[in-house]
């Protein structure tokens, strides 16, 4: 949802950039851990960090889940629109090996998307008030799907996000999509509390080509 609503196209030299954080309440689904870890207390000390990168035509995001302050997975995945030619590139910073998925094999990367319309199509949005976050009061979302909550959303207003953030806000007040920035997201799985993400930290940083290439010692993989 964060991504959908702040993808933005920036100053030739400036990118956008932001963090979020999750913190888990329950075990995610993942695939690998420590050797001295197991799922049953791979729990409240685990964490989740993305930071976002977006340029005019390129956007990357790096992912790291650690548990106890130990990395458990490490990838970033770039998105490059040349001329309306999307290319997606699948990144494995620990074992050091990419794959390139082209328009013809997105079918396959998103086999689960009729699943994410189905859910979106069929849920319920309702408003639940406002909270403070920070020195941000923000309006509060539910959403929910087969009458089960699946989503706890706090945005703002783009106005006061243009007020509290001043130049920043300016920037992104006359590029963004909608008028409302979100700040803290709750995930929720049989109505049980399973995450929470925060909005961590947003700002324009000067362009660097590094940010979007793929290190020259990485080994490129079929994505088969």
Do not use: C, W
Request: charge should be negative.
């Amino acid at each position: 949802l964060l991504f959908s609503m702040i993808y933005i196209h920036s100053e030739s030299n400036m990118i956008l950039y932001y963090k979020l954080e999750t913190t888990y309440n329950t075990s995610p689904d993942i695939t690998q851990l420590p050797s001295d870890k197991t799922k049953d207390n791979y729990q409240e000390n685990t964490k989740q960090t993305v930071d976002f990168y977006v340029s005019e035509n390129k956007i990357r995001l790096n992912t790291k889940e650690l548990s106890d302050n130990q990395i458990v997975t490490d990838a970033s995945v770039i998105l490059e629109d040349n001329n309306n030619n999307i290319l997606f590139y699948i990144i494995d910073n620990i074992q050091k090996y990419y794959a390139v998925i082209n328009q013809e094999n997105m079918n396959t990367f998103l086999q689960d998307q009729n699943k994410i319309n189905e859910i979106i199509n069929s849920s319920t949005i309702k408003k639940e008030g406002t909270e403070k976050i920070g020195n941000l009061t923000t309006d509060k979302y539910s959403i929910y799907y087969q009458n089960k909550k699946i989503l706890e959303l706090y945005v703002v207003d783009y106005k006061e996000f243009n007020s509290y953030f001043n130049e920043l806000g300016n920037k992104i007040t006359t590029k963004i999509s909608s008028g409302y920035i979100p700040i803290k997201y709750n995930l929720f799985e049989n109505n049980k509390l399973t995450g929470t993400t925060l909005l961590k930290e947003i700002k324009f940083i000067e362009y660097n080509k590094s940010y979007f290439e793929i290190p020259s010692d990485y080994k490129k993989v079929d994505f088969k």
